[in-house]
DNA sequence: AGACACGCAT
């Protein structure tokens, strides 16, 4: 020990302290080994603390053995095949050894829940230790997060022969259990027969896992009707809605439910800013962003890794790459995901050679890199046009990381081959990857074809592509692309009348931008926003101008057989035109815009929005579906590479 | 002796 621990240790007492003592001295009895384990902080603590249990025969105490295996698999370290051997150590442990390891196992992250099931069986057999009501919930939580139907009946059936169906805790898993299993009727008839009054805390715990077992089976509107019809709401009542509407996609009712929950005066708490915000990012509602943001400070809520990594991924995905720099750089701890949040948002904005730098600082940081950062490395170079690069990069995920790659690493490769004009290496590794290609390897393969104008290799994956999907408007769009290109307006014509008759319907391109905290949203030839008068007199201003500075339609992106005036005029009303001039009438002068995109943007676009960069004197910042374009004075940061 | 939380290829 240096002089420097030992200050320390006489200022705050060390359970290792005990180590220093005589085994025969007063601290190492039962309880003064407990009281240390409860001030350990360290797995090293835990360790000597157990051997010294063991050396001095205490671990044979039942208490104080059950308080290693607690400390071990329940505290901020845990370590549960650590606490399994201590387990195993036990000759017989007793019925809260037993709870603490089948709880352990139940809530562990790794996934081990069947393991929680096995143990209570055993635990049953050996008759030792019978079950008490402490070890039921835990079981029921397993039987949740397995999924096991079967099993849970069975326990629940065991909880109402002994008794233990009013205890609250064994009612809010044995409620969970059936909710997770997608059996709601059981779920909510266990709710409605209970004596709880509505407005009791107990009872809105059970809505809360009725609403999460609603959303698990995509039941959004069920789960919506319960929430509205709560008598009370608790702060996890929101949160927990602001989440599963951001996870299965409805990020505008996160954020509608976000903003109901301020005017109805409940305060926002840390989990509910890391649960807006990825609907914020979704939709790039940057200003909506920019208050949380203020709003954490101004309400001191620690912006720790967790709260900086959706803070990151919000200031990216929202078109402020630097500010999501200077967030990255001011958090006090960084973990796997801050620094894939900050990789991935530089490849976003196409700033490959930054991301690249930040990977290499995250692996001299000591984090090892998960496939999730090399999906932002990969993707980097894509758009970067770093194609060795990126060969290098997927080598030593494999070889140096020993990372399998995921279809969507492929994706990227694949994507990086194409649009570099490889097309013929892109369909080898199509060809050849060891996972079974997704419409979406096709799809990125595909607009490579176009964009290099290759139709014979083309068709062979436009085949292949037509043989997996059947309902994907996304797929039809790309391959009348294709033929459209080609002029081949017969086949153009064939796939629009398939999609007729097979009802497939194409995501509508639309575009849309935030304005006072108001989201606008805008399709092609749209004509549905109350200012639509004022925003096509500002279209018409705008193709003037631009004409005056030289722009030529670039029609080729007109995927109908009409005529050339009736295309340039299709081009105009593009859903990001409509959007940007809205934003130029709605908007002070020098105001940077932001759009964003759900496709990717056509070049005819791309080009005229270049020029309105320059002849407004804006910078406008485009997100569209696979990057950022920040457009400034007539050129923009892509490159004209995308 | 608990419910809610961050990053992912077109």
Same mark, same amino acid.
Do not use: C, I, N, T
């Given at each position: 020990m240096n002089l420097n621990s030992n200050i320390a240790t006489s200022l705050n007492p060390s359970p290792c302290l005990a180590l220093l003592s005589p085994p025969t001295s007063p601290s190492s009895s039962p309880s003064s080994i407990i009281s240390s384990l409860k001030t350990s902080k360290t797995v090293r603590d835990l360790h000597q603390l157990h051997a010294l249990a063991i050396k001095t025969g205490l671990f044979r105490d039942p208490l104080v053995a059950a308080e290693v295996l607690r400390f071990s698999v329940l505290s901020e370290h845990r370590d549960l095949r650590y606490g399994r051997r201590v387990f195993d150590q036990m000759p017989e442990p007793n019925c809260f050894s037993w709870n603490t390891l089948i709880r352990a196992y139940s809530e562990s992250d790794g996934g081990h829940p069947s393991e929680s099931l096995l143990l209570f069986s055993r635990m049953l057999l050996c008759e030792t230790a019978p079950p008490n009501r402490y070890t039921f919930p835990s079981v029921l939580k397993a039987c949740a997060r397995a999924e096991a139907i079967q099993e849970g009946k069975q326990v629940h059936g065991q909880v109402i022969k002994l008794g233990w169906d009013d205890d609250a805790f064994v009612l809010t898993n044995s409620v969970r259990m059936y909710a997770c299993c997608? *059996? #709601?009727e059981d779920a909510r008839r266990l709710v409605e027969k209970s004596s709880l009054s509505p407005e009791s805390e107990a009872s809105v715990v059970l809505r809360n896992i009725v609403i999460d077992g609603y959303f698990r089976l995509g039941m959004v509107e069920e789960a919506r009707q319960v929430f509205d019809r709560m008598a009370n709401k608790s702060v996890i009542s929101w949160n927990g809605m602001i989440s599963k509407f951001a996870q299965t996609g409805h990020f505008k009712e996160a954020i509608c439910v976000f903003r109901k929950m301020q005017l109805e005066g409940v305060k926002h708490n840390y989990v509910t800013l890391v649960s807006v915000l990825p609907a914020i990012s979704r939709l790039g509602a940057l200003e909506l962003g920019e208050w949380v943001h203020a709003y954490a400070e101004k309400n001191v809520i620690e912006v720790d890794d967790v709260l900086g990594s959706a803070l990151v991924d919000m200031y990216s995905k929202c078109g402020n790459i630097n500010k999501a720099v200077q967030v990255f750089e001011? !958090?006090?701890?960084r973990n796997q995901i801050t620094w894939s949040a900050m990789i991935g948002?530089? +490849? !976003?904005?196409?700033? +490959?050679? /930054? +991301? !690249? $730098? &930040? *990977?290499?600082? #995250?692996e001299k940081a000591g984090v090892v890199p998960s496939d999730v950062v090399f999906i932002g490395v990969l993707n980097a170079c894509s758009h970067a046009g770093l %194609?060795? /690069?990126?060969?290098? &990069?997927f080598d030593r995920m494999v070889n140096v990381y020993r990372l399998s790659p995921r279809i969507e690493h492929y994706g990227c490769m694949v994507d990086m081959l194409g649009r570099a004009g490889l097309l013929e290496e892109a369909e080898e590794l199509v060809v050849n990857m060891p996972v079974k290609p997704d419409d979406v390897i096709y799809k990125a393969f595909l607009a490579a074809c176009k964009k290099h104008g290759d139709v014979k290799i083309g068709m062979r994956a436009a085949k292949r592509l037509m /043989?997996? %999907? @059947? $309902? $994907?408007? $996304? @797929?039809? %769009?790309?391959l009348s692309n294709l033929f459209a290109s080609l002029g081949e307006w017969d086949t153009v014509a064939k796939l629009r009348l398939m999609m007729k008759e097979l009802e497939v319907r194409k995501d509508p391109g639309c575009s849309w931008i935030t304005i006072d905290g108001m989201i606008h949203e805008f399709v092609v030839e749209d004509c549905t926003h109350p200012r639509t008068k004022e925003i096509y007199l500002m279209l018409e201003e705008m193709a003037v101008k631009l004409q005056e500075a030289g722009y030529v339609p670039d029609t080729t992106h007109v995927l109908l057989n009409i005529e050339e005036e009736k295309k340039e005029s299709t081009l105009f009303y593009h859903s990001e035109k409509i959007a940007i001039a809205f934003g130029l009438i709605s908007t002070s002068s020098g105001t940077t815009l932001h759009i964003v995109k759900n496709l990717r943007i056509c070049g005819d676009c791309h080009s005229s929005i270049k020029l309105i960069s320059k002849v407004y004197g804006r910078r406008i910042i485009v997100r569209d579906r696979s990057r950022f374009h920040h457009f400034e004075d007539g050129v923009c940061s892509c490159n004209d590479y995308w």
């Open positions: 997608g *059996f #709601m001011g !958090l006090p701890k948002g530089l +490849a !976003l904005h196409g700033w +490959a050679s /930054e +991301a !690249l $730098d &930040y *990977f290499q600082r #995250m %194609v060795d /690069e990126g060969r290098s &990069y /043989e997996l %999907v @059947s $309902d $994907d408007g $996304d @797929s039809y %769009v790309l």
